[in-house]
């Protein structure tokens, strides 16, 4: 495989869509494809030797399997060693800090880090007083960045097979994202990515669990299913966190099943071409009806598919940028 | 190491002995030795690049350790990379369905999949709707294919080294299965494999513990330990499951060790040259004396070092199989 | 990479510094630089194939975050295989004993095991009886011979930078010891390592955590840490066992704080020159403040840096000496 050229990147860390341009953005969905050729290489040997010898450390204080596996499978393609930590088996029930056990773990000589945490900022904070390259898998409320480079990534991949034009971009691909956007970090990338790529974003769900100023991030807000899919292109399912439930703002999973639903009746409402994707795992058959999740019109599968190699480039780009402190 | 040709196996996946004949349960066995030699090599170099790059997932939903490192073992040793997920890290939390997560899995680009369950039968049903090459590593009470293969393995080489035959099969040896015969898949997967490998079996245990019409599958039966060993070649004393004490079904510990515990003074029915198996981990000094256990007549050992071959053996023969779906 | 000769190492195991003389401490010291400069290579590929297809197995029966970690990393960078059994993924939840777990995983052709226990003599006893190599990663109150190798290693090598001498020893060296020494295995192992090395010890701690007979040992006591420091060239900071709080041996923290912490006031009692260690995780602004663990006397971050190279030295020594059994 030729080696990617990574001259348009230059961030030590991954945090968040945010602080990334259109370029930069763009940067990471091209360096993909050569690694999504990897995995599905025909000899099975689906590995290259670009982080050989290089550390990349998975630390995850929230459970989490399809996004560590993700990761930790990226990372083992790039044939970097891999080491797994999480909160239970860390130093935390001796009372280290984030920062000590990061320190530790460089003085072991590190490479990158791939990060989940439930409080929203911890990933920026140690970016910023380590020489690590942090890569934020999900912190609190904030980002997911990984989660929404490979959803965009997906679409665009979509939209260039389906137009046959081979440099199609996501401008003015109009996307819904439907659910609970208040409180998901995937909601909140996926909106910085998309507007940043061109595409024209809808969010729709009850009023409880829109933001309440969303606009202002350059998108349409709507409590009406049947808006939001009117002209969509793609469908974005949120997943409904049960666990906020009783809380007062989220409505009964029955109402919400009755209003929110992607499944066959509430398809009618958008276009034929219209693809639907999902963060995943699935609650099946209340965000997402089973017959449209595994039906031809899912990118779900391919979003995971697209995930390792979105991944691979991501720590590919990092591992390779000249800036590292 | 010279490849070996695959040329007997087609079957995709591994779920049971019953599924498999004669050839293929000797394909298997005899594609074990050089692997065996593998993990024997005076370089210290335990391994071969036969499955470089490919992913193989240990995925137990009951816990385990010598199986599951037996497994993860054989999997290094081929060159694969490795991914354990483990029922509680994995997204039953969340509610995932076992075909979900497979399906993630697959979309990721796995090979292989090593999958111990309570249910009985969850192995064949998502080898039947998915892809990959599913082993099973034992479900519920129904199989556990690998471990009737290493025993199998195990007997074939002992009467082959004691009678100086090297091509020697299990034609006609007497092999005496005592203990929980009703509740252990081990059991019924050892009946599948010794009897189409032309040995005779006998099954011997407390009456609730021995299947009502277990003559059917082609096995002696009987309740008297003095019957069972008279003319044993291959004593194999099951494990006793403590948590049935107490169901009704299982008698006393006192009383099974007193009628059916392997010792110096039960070995005393047996044939001088009666080898003794077990498949671990030991209740030492219950179903199995200590004394007998680490003795000479004893083959446990080995079983656990023939066990990484033929869990080689199999990964080897399913990745280079030709009908993968 | 030269390979480094281990032609002074003849022990199968590393069980304890107790039964190590000089040269062989010097042997494993003078086997690590080359491997300090594999985990700082400047190409990223922080590895070498010394024990390339070899096993390695990390053992731990209690918690461990930093002393697992490195081991493991010291493995990878050796290019072994590495597998983890914690207490409660083993076997040990079915009743299995020591003797049979290890005797198990060396029949799946194990090289190196690294058992943590909380019972002093485990590794002992486990040594005597198979012929893997064993490392002991801490033993009760016992010993803990790679942290106190580690140790000696850092203040061997800032002694050899602060003289501009690369051959310098710890000859003469004066070394304070503060804290629980009673119950601390890593103060047992460096008392032995350091005394052989020719360094002088003091020891110094609340009077009912200090051994009755300590200077047996070769080292001086005292309860005044301004005595201790006085002429130090090392300061090592023991961690405080907060566990043992209220069991009537303990100071209250308050107390221990007031009298022992090392920090900006109690270092005005030692030579401007010396440095500051410790095990870590640090219970910051107990035993050791803030300040000092993070300012530029202190060397605690090089102990984490330097233990790697310990433990691939150690294994590298073991592996290849000639005495296995």
């Not at 494809?33 to 599905?40: G, I, N, R």
């Not at 080491?83 to 000589?109: F, Q, Y």
């Not at 469908?235 to 009755?258: C, D, M, N, T, W």
């Not at 991944?311 to 990092?318: E, F, G, N, S, T």
Request: glycine share 6%; net charge positive; with cysteine.
């Amino acid at each position: 495989m030729e080696q990617p050229s990574p001259t348009l990147w230059t961030k030590k860390d991954l945090i968040g869509i945010r602080e990334l341009n259109r370029s930069e953005i763009e940067c990471i969905l091209d360096t993909a494809p050569q690694f999504l050729a990897v995995s599905q290489r025909a000899s099975g040997i689906k590995k290259v030797p670009l982080l050989q010898g290089r550390l990349v450390v998975n630390w995850f204080h929230e459970p989490s399997t399809r996004t560590r596996t993700s990761f930790e499978l990226a990372a083992k393609r790039l044939s970097a060693d891999t080491l797994s930590m999480t909160a239970s088996s860390s130093s935390h029930v001796k009372g280290e800090t984030l920062h000590d056990t990061l320190a530790n773990i460089e003085a072991m000589r590190s490479d990158i880090i791939v990060l989940r945490h439930s409080c929203a900022g911890a990933p920026h904070m140690l970016a910023a007083d380590h020489s690590s390259h942090i890569i934020n898998a999900g912190d609190g409320r904030h980002e997911h960045p990984t989660q929404a480079l490979l959803d965009a990534f997906t679409m665009r991949e979509a939209r260039r097979k389906i137009s046959g034009n081979p440099v199609a971009t996501l401008d003015g691909a109009k996307v819904a994202l439907i659910g609970d956007v208040e409180h998901s970090r995937v909601a909140r990338s996926n909106i910085f990515a998309l507007t940043r790529l061109g595409a024209h974003v809808t969010v729709c769900g009850p009023v409880a669990l829109l933001p309440s100023q969303v606009e202002k991030l350059g998108v349409h807000s709507t409590t009406r299913l049947e808006e939001a899919l009117s002209d969509a292109d793609f469908i974005y399912a949120l997943r409904i966190q049960k666990e906020r439930q009783g809380s007062g703002l989220f409505p009964s999973i029955r109402e919400y099943v009755k209003l929110f639903r992607i499944d066959r009746d509430s398809l009618r409402f958008a276009p034929d071409h219209a693809l639907v994707l999902h963060p995943g795992p699935i609650n099946r058959d209340l965000e997402l009806s089973t017959e449209v999740a595994d039906g031809s019109r899912s990118l779900v599968l391919r979003q995971v598919t697209n995930g390792v190699a979105i991944r691979m480039a991501v720590m590919h780009l990092l591992a390779n940028s000249r800036t590292r402190q």
